[in-house]
Structures are given as C-alpha cells and as structure tokens.
Nanobody, 121 residues
Framework: QVQLVESGGGLVQAGGSLRVSCVASGRTNSLHRVAWFRQAPGKDQELVARISTRDDSLYYVDSMKGRFTISRDNTKNTVYLQMSGLEPEDTAIYSC??????????????WGQGTQVTVSS
C-alpha cells in the first residue's frame, strides 16, 4: 500500500505563486507515475500534470503549460507542483494520485486527501 499526503495549499492573490507538495510513504518503489489533479467548485476533476517515477518524463495539460511545474525529489519521496501566475480560476482542491500498474498507467490507485488552493482577485 501507498499513502499520499498533500500540503502547501492556502490563500494567494492573483498573480502570485504557490507550491504544493505530495509526500508518499509505504511501497513507494511500486509506483510508476504520480499526477496532480484539481477540482474546482461545481466542476469535474481535471488532470493538471504528471511525472513518471521511472524516467522523469513529464506531461502538462495545455492550459497549465508555462505556469505550472511538476517535479520530484526522490530522497524525500515527494512530488511538487509549483504554480505561478495564479488566477482566480485556479481555485480548486489539488490532489495527488499515483499509479502502480505499468500496463495501465492511467489508473490511479492511490489518492491523497487534497489541499485547498484559493486565489483571490
């Protein structure tokens, strides 16, 4: 089993920056991919970015490119999402998720509880 715990959310003004973290514990060596998702009030959950734990390959949703950066620190079992140029539309609960199935990387078996990011105008 793997446990994921997010932190770093909070209130920030439009145009500001924030970094959220996702710390993994347990059988972390079983993971192949870690992703950040977000869900805004009244909207569906959406993928923000993901990173491979095998080759560090990255993927960003087009609307996030240039503003958000996903990275990881193996020594801390932590994946970060650095967000800049934040807009009120970025207000959401940000959750990290992890996949351990190398044959179906899009299935995220493990989820954190989420951290609230609120961007004021």
């Amino acid at each position: 089993q793997v446990q994921l715990v997010e932190s770093g959310g909070g209130l920030v003004q439009a145009g500001g920056s924030l970094r959220v973290s996702c710390v993994a514990s347990g059988r972390t060596n079983s993971l192949h991919r870690v992703a950040w998702f977000r869900q805004a009030p009244g909207k569906d959950q959406e993928l923000v970015a993901r990173i491979s734990t095998r080759d560090d390959s990255l993927y960003y949703v087009d609307s996030m490119k240039g503003r958000f950066t996903i990275s990881r620190d193996n020594t801390k079992n932590t994946v970060y999402l650095q967000m800049s140029g934040l807009e009120p539309e970025d207000t959401a609960i940000y959750s990290c998720a992890a996949s351990s199935n190398p044959y179906n990387l899009g299935v995220y078996r493990y989820w954190g509880q989420g951290t609230q990011v609120t961007v004021s105008s």
